[in-house]
């Protein structure tokens, strides 16, 4: 279960990256139950939240340009 939900995070942060998704559009693209338990288990994984995720992902890459 350990490597299937990493492997579910992993996908999640791409989508984020798109900018495309809602989180809870991602949520439910990859079958989580509900927004609470993606994001519970997103941070368990990450340490951050998948909102936190993309706003840092934002700042670093406004810093790279």
Do not use: W
């Amino acid at each position: 279960i350990e490597f299937r939900q990493k492997h579910r995070i992993e996908k999640a942060k791409q989508l984020l990256l798109l900018d495309t998704y809602s989180v809870g559009e991602i949520a439910d693209e990859l079958h989580f139950s509900d927004i609470y338990h993606f994001s519970k288990t997103f941070k368990k994984i990450t340490g951050i939240s998948p909102l936190s995720y993309l706003e840092k992902k934002k700042i670093n890459k406004g810093q790279e340009d």
